[in-house]
Structures are given as C-alpha cells and as structure tokens.
C-alpha cells in the first residue's frame, strides 16, 4: 500500500522492518516515545552508536527492526527517522528522493510504503511512526522534515544530546598549573660565606675590605599559557606539551581553513574500536557556545564541519575529519577546544596505530601530530586548542588525557584552558 503523508495503515503482524532507500548514504534512527510524545530516557534513542533497545533495533545503516509484542506498555509510538551522514549531499532537496518501506520480514510482504516529496534544505526527517490505537498496531506517513539534521529531532523528543548552550553556572577552575608558577625571585649565585680572613702581621691596624653584598636575581619573565613563543616562519614546527604556536606567518596572509583529522586501524579481534573526533567553541569567559560531533555534523552556519562519523576506523589515512573555516566564526568565539574520545570503551593504551593532527587546510601543511597508540590508560584526550589572538590566533599544543566516551564528558573539564588563557 502506497501511503501519502499524514495517511496510515494496519500491521497485523508481530514483527515489522522499516527500510530507507535513497540515493545517497543515510543514518537510520528510532525513538520509543510515551503519551507524552517524548522519551523516557537517552536509551530510548536507537541508532547506530546504540543499536538495541526494547523491542527495536537497528541495523545499519538503513533498517529499523520492530518487535511490536516485546516493545514496553508505556511506549504508544515509535518514529523511524534518516538523516543524511555528511558524506554526500549537503540537504535532501539535493540527495534526490527517499523511500520508506515497511514489510513483514516473516513473509516477504510490503505491507507500506511512502516517498515525502517536499523537502528541500532539510538535512533529517520522521519518516514513518509505528504507533498502538486501541491494542493494534499501525503505521502512520509523516515525512517532516528538520534543518538542524538527527540532533533537532532527537531534542524536540526529549534526548539530551547538549547541542544548545547550556545555561552559565557560577564556575570556579580548579587550580591551573599551565604553566608552573613562578618560584620567589631568589637570591643567585646563593651568598658564599667569606673565608676566615687572617691578615698578615702589619705594622698599621689595615683590614682588607668586606666582599659587595650579592645582587639580588630576578629570573626572566615566563609566557603566559596560550601566549605565542614560536611561529611557523620557518614552516612545520614541533611543539611540547602546553607550547602555543602563532597561525600568523610574518608577511603573510593569516592561517584561515584548519582541518582536525583522526585515523586509527580496525580491531583485528573483538569489539570494533570507534574513535570519535570533536570540536568545543568557548567564549572568554568559558561559557559553551556550541560543538560539533557524530551527533551534530555542523555548526554557526556551516563555519565547522564534521566529515561524518567512523564506526570501525576502516580504510586508509584520516577516518574523521573537522574542517573549521576560521574568519567565518561569530566574533564571541575565542576558543576551540579538539578532543578525541573512545565511544566503544577502550582505552588509549590498548588502541594500535591510533594519531591526530592538524592540518593547514589550503597548503595540507600538518602542523601538530600526536600519537595515540600507547596513551594513557582512559578514554579522552584534549588535543590541542586554538584561540583568538590580537592579529589571528593561536594553537596551544594539550595533549592531555581526560574521562568520557564522548564529548558532553570533556566540556566542563576543558573549561580550564580558556581561563587559563584569560586570568
């Protein structure tokens, strides 16, 4: 049965699967919700990254499993939604047409099928909803479709995937030791006791002068954390832990296209390793203005992009890339903090062959490379951080291991670096 939008149909069966065919790679997703039209909990958000739910499970990438007789008596519906994953076009109105198929796996049979034929700029879409009406089950065409891609359905459905910034809390770093502070200016070379001073027998009462006193030293002044003491002038530089680099070459045009680029080799046994790459924007004052990651592939109107999420780390070079175009930023974006995060668990010190790096976008110049394979024993890493500086901005080498399988995790705890830059 061919459905038109708002149109439903019977199931009449225990089992469904829900299909997405379109011209271009999409990320299926489903959502449990109750009376309230919202979800439960985060696990009642099925995708990829969190395949298995009561009654529903996805199979990637583009089919949604119902069980209609294990889905919860609280849950009234289940909306099937696909969004494009950033490997293609850019909206649907550009990826051609999308089909939605229901079918009874048990018999080969469609029992639904429906194509939304209105959409344009709309990165994501409620394709059908699988609902219960007096102890049957249906199927329902919604075909609406959202601009702000998986991560605007999953908010209006209760999800927290923290992409609006979070209301400011009153916030007090903990103590910054980037860099060590300063000893008390100290006395050098440290006073020497005078020999004992015998004068040879004279006949006038003459005594040789005492020493000067010593100087007192006062060491040179240390740079400020995020303060430049290197440039590329002379091309590629290595940096230390805490070093800050200026993107300002003398005589040349400023840095302004900068790729994050993260690579690691498959699991050759066990669980799949899945390592995700992100980009935090912080104001001077730390306060989050927003992130890009696998949930939000974009961000201030397409100034930072997210290549697209890697499940495996399959295939050569870089799995994921962050392409951020630097004078397109709204002026109250001082930093951007990049982190990697383990989403599948393991830690660095058992992840093989796993780097990032920064890359001039516009040369392909690298510019900062860490080595992850054989890190620390946790799961995420503050990699580097840019900010903004008085004539461009500058890169400050991290480095630094963290907790958390994923970004929402690194936010708070990176807030230390931008007001280490700023006080």
């Known amino acids: 049965m061919e459905l038109v939008k ?3 149909a019977p199931i009449g069966t225990d089992e469904v699967v829900v299909e997405v065919t ?6 299926v997703a489903a959502l449990l919700l109750t009376g309230t039209g919202k979800v439960r909990s985060d696990s009642d958000f099925i995708f990829y990254n969190q395949p298995v739910g009561p009654g529903v499970t996805a199979q990637p990438p583009n089919r949604i499993r119902i069980a209609t007789r294990q ?3 609280d849950i009234d519906k289940i909306v099937v939604t696909a969004s494009l994953d950033g490997s293609g076009p850019p909206d649907w109105g550009r990826a051609g047409r999308v089909t939605i198929t229901v079918t009874d796996p048990n018999r080969g049979t469609v029992l639904a099928s429906f194509t939304p034929t209105d959409l344009s700029t709309e990165t994501a879409v409620i394709g059908v909803e699988v609902y219960r009406r007096q102890g049957m089950w249906k199927v329902r065409a919604v075909g609406q479709g959202y601009a702000d891609g998986l991560a605007g359905i999953a908010t209006d459905f209760g999800i927290s995937v923290d992409d609006a910034p979070v209301p400011q809390q009153a916030y007090t770093p903990p103590p910054v030791n980037y860099p060590p502070p300063v000893p008390p200016a100290a006395t050098y070379p440290p006073p020497v006791p005078p020999p004992a001073y015998y004068p040879p027998p004279q006949q ?3 005594q040789q002068p005492p020493p000067p006193p010593p100087q007192a030293y006062t060491p040179p002044p240390q740079p400020r954390f995020g303060e430049a003491t290197v440039s590329l002038d002379k091309g590629r530089v290595s940096l230390s832990k805490n070093e800050t680099v200026s993107l300002t070459k003398t005589g ?3 840095l302004t296209r900068v790729k994050m680029a993260l690579g690691w080799d498959p699991a050759k046994r066990g669980k799949d390793i899945d390592l995700d790459a992100s980009v935090v924007a912080y ?4 306060k989050e203005l927003g992130k890009v990651w696998f949930v939000k592939l974009s961000a201030f109107k397409g100034a930072i992009k997210h290549s697209g999420d890697n499940l495996t780390g399959a295939g050569e070079g870089d799995d994921e890339v962050i392409t951020v175009d630097l004078p397109a930023l709204p002026a109250d974006v001082y930093a951007l903090l990049f982190t990697v995060n383990s989403y599948s668990g393991q830690k660095f010190d058992e992840i093989a062959r796993a780097f990032c790096r920064l890359v001039d976008d516009y040369s392909g110049a690298e510019l900062v ?3 992850l394979s054989r890190g620390e024993r946790r799961t995420g890493l503050f990699m580097c951080m840019l900010t903004r500086a008085a004539h461009g901005w500058n890169m400050t080498a991290l480095g630094e291991y ?7 995790k690194m936010i708070d705890p990176g807030k230390r670096f931008v007001l280490a830059t700023v006080h």
Not at 402 to 408: H, N
């Open 6 to 8: 708002g149109a439903n």
């Open 204 to 206: 006038n009462s003459y």
């Open 22 to 27: 379109a011209a271009t790679q999409v990320d």
């Open 402 to 408: 963290g907790d958390g399988a994923t970004v929402s």
């Open 252 to 254: 040349a045009p400023s």
């Open 369 to 371: 490379r860490f080595e």
């Open 71 to 73: 889905v919860p008596a």
């Open 283 to 286: 104001n001077r004052q730390a």
